[in-house]
């Protein structure tokens, strides 16, 4: 069994910040990487941001220069820091790992998701 828990999401206003926090935990032999998922209200989940076992990072044009992801592998944790949000940044936040179990097995786990809204 694997959990993954996100942490950290609520109320900010424009131009302000948040930060989420994502723990990974269970069996896991390694993990390969992690990342960060938005879904605004009736729109389908897309990509905001990931980062490699190795430290590669990558992200969503929109959110380039405001966002930065970090991980630490001895800890499973990854981080997201949010910086001058924009209301369009509103939407449900998911963290996704890729995972290889001590098994030699390749899963990919998602938390529950956590809300971010930007408003006035």
């Known amino acids: 069994q694997v959990q993954v828990v996100e942490s950290g999401g609520g109320l900010a206003q424009p131009g302000g910040s948040l930060r989420l926090s994502c723990a990974a935990s269970?069996?896991?032999?390694?993990?390969?990487?992690m990342g960060w998922y938005r879904q605004a209200p009736g729109k389908q989940r897309d990509l905001v941001a990931t980062?490699?076992?190795?430290?590669?990072?990558n992200y969503v044009e929109s959110v380039k220069g405001r966002f930065t992801i970090s991980g630490d592998n001895g800890k499973n944790t990854v981080s997201l820091q949010m910086n001058s949000l924009k209301p369009e940044d509103t939407g449900v936040y998911y963290c996704k790992v890729n995972i290889v179990t001590p098994s030699y097995s390749s899963l990919q786990v998602w938390g529950q998701g956590t809300q971010v809204t930007v408003s006035s």
């Open positions: 980062i490699t076992r190795g430290g590669g990072t």
């Open positions: 269970g069996r896991i032999l390694r993990i390969n990487d």
